[in-house]
């Protein structure tokens, strides 16, 4: 069975647009939406209202205003929200691992600064077992949009790749848009240093079209599940953070990866999905995959 599109609010402006883009996305995949607001009781030293039942009772106010403006906006949305007292991240991550796709607002500085991704919003990306989007204030529709493209980085083997594709591709069909998928690459160092080995690869069709078969390759089983899907196939040296951010600056989405199993410190973001993250002028899509 499918999940709602599930939006995490605190009331912030932020918040608040990633509520919205949750909204637009439901309705356009046909699903519910699903609202959650954590919350923990703040003490008098920390909080306007020290009363705990005020400060419920407040919380619970600002998700009412807000699931009200969502549905003047989409009224034939099924829709729940609902109000949990509790560790925010343990909250969040729960909801998300029932949901379709997790929504959350992530406070923005522009194009060069991006995303400042908060303590709560890392953690939960970090042990997310679904895909996460960040949103910041000031998103506006996709049909505001310059672009209409859906910009998904791709890395390693097909099966690698293939949770991070499906999203991006699901997501262009719901939309009507294209899929930009990126494959960057670098030379391997014993071929960063010696001319003759750089030559005798060359030669042999050189590492270009090796990455350009490899990504064609990983996009072949989506093609064929999405034939209405345009597609750009776009292979570039450099390192992929860089080559991403190149490229998404007029996207809708931009899609990454990040590997889901736990190391020896523990869950991670990952480098790529980290650069991305923080410097993209566009909403960012984290996907879990092997």
């Given at each position: 069975?499918?999940?709602?599109i599930?939006?995490?609010?605190?009331g912030?402006?932020?918040s608040?647009?990633?509520?919205?883009?949750?909204?637009?996305?439901a309705?356009?995949?046909?699903?519910?939406?699903?609202?959650v607001?954590?919350?923990?009781?703040?003490?008098?030293?920390?909080?306007?209202?020290?009363d705990?039942?005020?400060?419920?009772?407040?919380v619970?106010?600002g998700?009412?205003?807000?699931?009200?403006?969502?549905t003047?906006?989409?009224?034939?949305?099924?829709?729940?929200?609902?109000?949990?007292?509790?560790d925010?991240?343990?909250?969040?991550?729960a909801?998300g691992?029932?949901?379709?796709?997790?929504v959350?607002?992530?406070?923005?500085?522009?194009?060069?600064?991006?995303?400042?991704?908060?303590?709560?919003?890392?953690?939960v990306?970090?042990?997310a077992?679904?895909?996460?989007?960040l949103?910041?204030?000031g998103?506006?529709?996709?049909?505001?949009?310059?672009?209409?493209?859906?910009?998904?980085?791709?890395?390693g083997?097909?099966?690698?790749?293939?949770?991070?594709?499906?999203?991006a591709?699901?997501?262009?069909?719901?939309?009507?848009?294209?899929?930009?998928?990126?494959?960057?690459w670098?030379?391997?160092?014993?071929?960063?240093?010696?001319?003759?080995?750089?030559?005798?690869?060359?030669?042999?069709g050189?590492?270009?079209?090796?990455?350009?078969?490899?990504l064609?390759?990983?996009?072949?089983p989506?093609?064929e599940?999405?034939?209405?899907?345009?597609?750009v196939e776009?292979?570039?040296?450099g390192?992929?953070?860089q080559?991403l951010?190149?490229?998404?600056g007029r996207?809708q989405?931009?899609?990454?990866?990040?590997?889901?199993h736990?190391t020896?410190?523990?869950?991670?973001?990952?480098?790529?999905?980290h650069?991305?993250?923080?410097?993209?002028?566009?909403?960012?899509?984290v996907v879990?995959?092997?």
């Open positions: 069975m499918t999940g709602p599930t939006a995490g609010v605190d912030t402006d932020e608040l647009a990633a509520l919205a883009w949750a909204a637009r996305e309705v356009r995949r046909d699903l519910a939406l699903r609202v607001h954590a919350w923990r009781f703040q003490s008098a030293a920390a909080a306007e209202v020290a705990r039942d005020a400060q419920e009772r407040w619970r106010a998700v009412e205003r807000a699931v009200a403006e969502v003047e906006r989409h009224p034939g949305l099924p829709l729940t929200a609902d109000v949990v007292e509790g925010p991240v343990e909250t969040l991550a909801a691992a029932e949901a379709e796709t997790l959350l607002g992530s406070r923005g500085h522009g194009r060069v600064v991006g995303f400042l991704l908060g303590s709560v919003g890392q953690q990306i970090a042990e077992t679904r895909p996460v989007v949103v910041r204030a998103d506006r529709p996709s049909t505001e949009v310059a672009g209409h493209e859906i910009v998904v980085g791709q890395h083997a097909p099966e690698d790749s293939a949770p991070v594709l499906r999203f591709f699901e997501t262009a069909a719901a939309r009507g848009a294209t899929v930009r998928a990126v494959r960057a670098t030379l391997p160092p014993v071929f960063s240093y010696s001319p003759s080995s750089l030559k005798l690869l060359d030669d042999a050189g590492l270009e079209p090796y990455e350009k078969k490899a064609a390759a990983a996009l072949a989506w093609r599940r999405f034939p209405d899907v345009p597609v776009h292979v570039e040296i390192s992929a953070g080559v951010l190149s490229v998404s996207a989405l931009t899609v990454v990866g990040r590997r889901a736990r020896a410190v523990g869950a991670r973001i990952g480098s790529v999905a650069g991305v993250l923080h410097h993209a002028d566009c909403p960012v899509a879990p995959h092997g």
